[in-house]
């Protein structure tokens, strides 16, 4: 079974997980193998290869010397052996503190081929076969994420994409600002000494879904702490390069804020799955035919099919102009020429395109 190369899937536990101290080139290693397996292959082992030359072409990266090379990707794998990630099982009530690779090894025909083990949870997390022993239930539920999540700028908005992805089917994802920035890496607990053990690393994401818990050790640190910083810094910039991608799959995401009082205490986004012409349905696809035919680009069409669907579009249109009313009749100067006028002044349109762009739908020139 082929793998979807237009979507990476994982299982939701994944997707409301942390991953702490991982590199953004270690989150795109794991984006990469997600396109190389098929998350419902009845007969998955855990094993994929890793080609070299195929993570670059992913990337988009054509010339060798600007990236990393095969050995250094070698030990950004090698990294992810370690117990980097957590998550809170609300089913089982407890924190689970996970590695995603269990063994690395390089291909002794090819040096630029690794042979990659998922552990346990990896193996849960990429592959419904697993994740489906792991829940002991008929039904999964999963987050299908566009490819081109590889795109984006940094682990953080590559995490916020993730979770808008888990809620397309909706459009609507609403959260803590706590909770938020939590998963997103901007909140962290660390500890007054040096002493990074791998039993201090496992409380510091146990701290993070559970930080009432008393540990004198530990201390919470934030990052873009006010409010005002953290929409100029990330949240902000992060929404314009979602809306403005087209090759993502989510669009027109907005967001307002929740408040206790005075005080900021979640958000609510709202977005909208972008449409695929080769998807579109029937209607969709008639007012392609019938725009286009007055005059506006196919790419203006999409756009407005998105921002407001094709029932506004026609709206707007027939209150806007009317078709020629004398087209039958043989004494006036427009018989039987197609033309269209202005509703509320009757003046004819020189150019119907033109008139629809400037007049009819002005969200085309923003």
Not at 252 to 267: E, H, M, P, Q
Not at 283 to 301: D, V
Request: with cysteine; proline share 2%.
């Amino acid at each position: 079974m082929e793998p979807n190369r237009n979507y990476l899937f994982q299982s939701n536990l994944f997707t409301k997980s942390i991953l702490q101290d991982v590199l953004e080139i270690q989150k795109d290693i794991i984006y990469f193998l997600q396109t190389q397996i098929n998350f419902t292959d009845p007969n998955a082992t855990g094993k994929v290869i890793f080609n070299y030359d195929k993570f670059l072409e992913y990337k988009k990266i054509k010339v060798q010397k600007n990236t990393y090379s095969p050995d250094q990707i070698l030990s950004f794998c090698f990294g992810l052996l370690e117990p980097k990630g957590a998550f809170y099982n609300k089913k089982t009530s407890s924190l689970v503190v996970y590695n995603l690779f269990s063994n690395v090894e390089v291909n002794d025909f090819n040096p630029k081929e690794f042979i990659i083990t998922f552990a346990d949870f990896g193996k849960i997390f990429f592959y419904e076969k697993f994740a489906l022993e792991y829940a002991k239930t008929s039904k999964i539920e999963y987050t299908q994420i566009e490819s081109n999540i590889i795109d984006l700028k940094g682990e953080s908005r590559k995490k916020f994409f993730e979770l808008l992805s888990q809620y397309k089917s909706t459009g609507f994802y609403k959260v803590s600002l706590e909770e938020f920035k939590t998963l997103l890496g901007f909140i962290v607990y660390i500890r007054d000494d040096e002493d990074e053990t791998q039993e201090s690393q496992q409380l510091q994401l146990k701290l993070l879904f559970q930080p009432d818990e008393k540990q004198t050790d530990f201390k919470k640190k934030e990052y873009l702490q006010s409010w005002s910083e953290f929409k100029r810094v990330f949240l902000d910039p992060a929404i314009e390069s979602f809306n403005s991608n087209t090759k993502l799959d989510i669009s027109n995401i907005k967001w307002t804020t929740v408040k206790s009082g005075r005080k900021i205490t979640g958000l609510h986004f709202t977005f909208q799955k972008r449409l695929d012409k080769d998807s579109l349905e029937p209607e969709m696809m008639n007012a392609i035919k019938h725009f286009t035919e007055y005059g506006l680009k196919e790419n203006q069409i999409m756009f407005l099919l998105q921002r407001m669907g094709y029932k506004e579009m026609y709206n707007r249109f027939m209150n806007a102009v009317t078709f020629n009313k004398s087209y039958d009749n043989k004494e006036s100067k427009f018989y039987h020429k197609k033309v269209w006028f202005e509703t509320e002044s009757g003046e004819e349109i020189k150019k119907l395109g033109g008139y629809l762009y400037d007049k009819v739908f002005p969200e085309l020139k923003k």
